[in-house]
């Protein structure tokens, strides 16, 4: 049954298990990416079992299609719960016929779906930015790219670098995001190429059949399933063959109705055909299974959902196919642990199915047809994307190690796998943009000059207006100056972020227009606030200063230990005063003690975010 332990425990989206539910207050927005069942299946718990009652974003296909995938689950669900139940010699058993949700419940929850179009962007309670870019995978596939107050995020769903026979390759802006969030089913494998792919699987289904035997596919009902029977079609018409091929359940007449309906979301050859009145999808040689034919001996091919062998009609199908070995089984998508197809893969002879166990003599093929990215593919979008820190999903995890090194080394950008449940701390460059007074950077100069600290280590990037600038080791510090004088107004004009490596050889390189004066510069406005109230057990306020005036001592300590590369230095103490004068100048000009209201208040410049990121930590630290 489908039973509330299936789903993702959504208590840790707030933290406690303690507190009332109260997920709207918790949640912006939830984002359907495509009907997937690992992608929508626990909506409806989500908005009818435990309340949620935000919005909910999805494209027009996924929105009409994603009722069939839930109706479709909820009586898988009932039947593989009654089966349990007979097992169990009907023992007393109240639960009967009770699952998660209802018919209704799905109806109520599909409701509340909000579509939104390729390239629409929506705004979500005023800050909230969504725009949807196709993703390929399946009919109505999206990747979500999210912006929130300068930060941004790209989730990728599921996709596929590469069209196949009926949907288009996954296809998105250049966004440069904070973060991408992306899946990595395939995250190792390089899939042999299509063509081959293709000839393979055509030339076992035709052996299988001329030697007598039947061919069945376990697939999603929407999906592969019609990738495959378009290359089916084609081939059978090709070589003139009359071997029935059958697709089992009612969901073939609906699917196809989708893909009609939704034709523009199909690639260019598939939306072509059908202006020309031959729609591809109204198969010549596909036909709807009667329950005789499973039973009868004359070749053929059959299609049946579900995918991974975990139920229904291919499983069903299966065990009435398992014990000759004229017959094959070609599974072409990825199958969960668990499930008969993941047992079957893995190379297991004999199978428990509904208690009974069945000796496995079928020809076994896996045969990956599923649309996701491969490691290449992957690399792809990720390069082509420009993303600033990656995290992966949706794969296993030794895979998913691989390719973070791969990430690392190829791209060198942050790449975290993190597990279930953990919490993930990404540092973003706030990008609003400033004008920079010379103050400032004069500023910003004493403190590098002075310290040989870290908060500008060589290389580092600073966000200057639309200009990122790469700042290399120098000791001339004054010349910063003249060197951020020229690269503004340069930025200024051309109006796109760009990053430059400003090293001072390179300095005659850049044409730079000298005619504009740096007054112009002057109107700073660059304060990042940020403030939080001093903990309830620090009683005494001026104590509390004069712990973070050591802290920050201590931190300037290390970070020039870290500068000379050292583990211990003694410091002279001429260092020390210089020092510690610098900790209090530094204590001066960022933070504010707010006595009387208890608070601390931390503020910083957007080309200071090192600096303020460090602070922060310190006083996190202390608090
Ligand atoms: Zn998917």
């Not at 004054?478 to 930025?491: F, G, R």
């Amino acid at each position: 049954m489908v039973s509330p332990q299936q789903f993702p425990d959504f208590y840790f989206l707030q933290g406690s298990q303690q507190q009332t539910l109260d997920f709207t207050q918790h949640i912006d927005c939830v984002l359907i990416t495509h009907f997937h069942l690992d992608h929508c299946g626990a909506l409806t718990y989500f908005t009818e079992g435990v309340g949620y009652n935000g919005p909910v974003l999805a494209t027009p296909p996924t929105k009409a299609i994603i009722p069939l995938m839930l109706e479709d689950f909820r009586k898988v669900s009932a039947t593989q719960q009654r089966q349990s139940q007979n097992n169990q010699q009907n023992n007393n058993n109240s639960g009967g016929g009770e699952t998660a949700f209802t018919s209704e419940m799905i109806k109520n929850c599909i409701s509340k779906i909000q579509t939104i179009q390729l390239h629409e962007t929506l705004t979500i309670k005023d800050d909230i930015k969504v725009t949807a870019y196709y993703a390929g995978h399946v009919l109505g596939a999206c990747m979500f790219y999210v912006e929130c107050n300068g930060e941004s995020v790209v989730y990728t769903g599921d996709y596929n670098m590469t069209a196949d026979r009926h949907l288009g390759s996954a296809w998105i802006d250049k966004l440069k995001p904070d973060l991408v969030i992306t899946e990595t089913t395939y995250a190792t494998t390089i899939r042999d190429s299509k063509r081959a792919r293709e000839r393979e699987f055509l030339k076992q289904v035709h052996e299988t059949l001329d030697n007598g035997g039947k061919v069945l596919i376990p697939v999603f009902a929407l999906g592969r399933a019609q990738e495959l029977c378009v290359l089916l079609e084609t081939y059978w018409n090709r070589t003139n063959l009359q071997y029935p091929i059958y697709f089992t359940g009612g969901l073939t007449e609906k699917a196809n109705f989708y893909y009609k309906l939704f034709i523009n979301w199909t690639n260019e050859k598939i939306k072509r055909s059908f202006t020309k009145n031959q729609n591809i999808f109204q198969f010549q040689h596909v036909k709807t299974l009667d329950t005789a034919s499973i039973k009868s001996d004359q070749p053929m091919v059959c299609f049946a959902s579900p995918g991974m062998l975990h139920g229904g009609y291919s499983l069903a199908i299966f065990k009435d196919w398992a014990g000759s070995e004229k017959n094959t089984l070609i599974i072409p998508g990825y199958c969960m642990p668990g499930t008969v197809g993941n047992k079957l893969l893995s190379g297991e002879k004999r199978i428990m199915i509904d208690g009974k166990e069945v000796d496995v003599k079928i020809k076994i093929y896996n045969m990956s047809f599923s649309a996701h990215a491969d490691s290449k593919g992957i690399m792809e979008l990720l390069t082509h994307l420009e993303a600033k820190n990656v995290m992966l999903v949706h794969g296993e995890k030794e895979k998913m190690r691989v390719l973070s090194q791969q990430i690392k080394d190829q791209l060198g950008v942050n790449c975290y796998c993190p597990a279930n449940h953990a919490q993930l701390k990404i540092y973003t460059d706030p990008k609003i943009e400033i004008l920079i007074g010379a103050h400032i950077i004069n500023l910003m100069n004493q403190i590098y000059a002075k310290s040989l600290l870290n908060f500008y280590r060589p290389n580092s990037t600073m966000y200057l207006s639309n200009c990122l600038i790469s700042v290399d080791n120098r000791t001339e510090i004054d010349t910063n100056i003249e060197i951020c004088k020229p690269l503004m107004i340069s930025s200024h004009e051309s109006q796109n972020s760009q990053i430059i490596d400003f090293a001072s050889q390179q300095k005659q390189e850049h044409q730079f227009k000298v005619d504009q004066t740096l007054d112009q510069y002057e109107q700073v406005d660059m304060v990042l606030n940020w403030s939080q109230p001093i903990s309830e057990s620090i009683q005494d306020i001026t104590l509390f200063e004069g712990r973070l005036t050591d802290a920050i001592l201590n931190s300037i300590l290390e970070q020039k230990k870290l500068a000379f590369g050292l583990k211990n230095l003694i410091f002279m103490d001429e260092e020390l005063k210089e020092a510690t004068q610098l900790a209090q100048v530094i204590q001066d000009q960022y933070l504010q003690l707010d006595h009387d209201n208890r608070t601390v208040r931390l503020s910083f410049g957007s080309l200071e975010t090192d600096i303020g990121y460090w602070l922060k930590d310190i006083l996190d630290s202390l608090n």
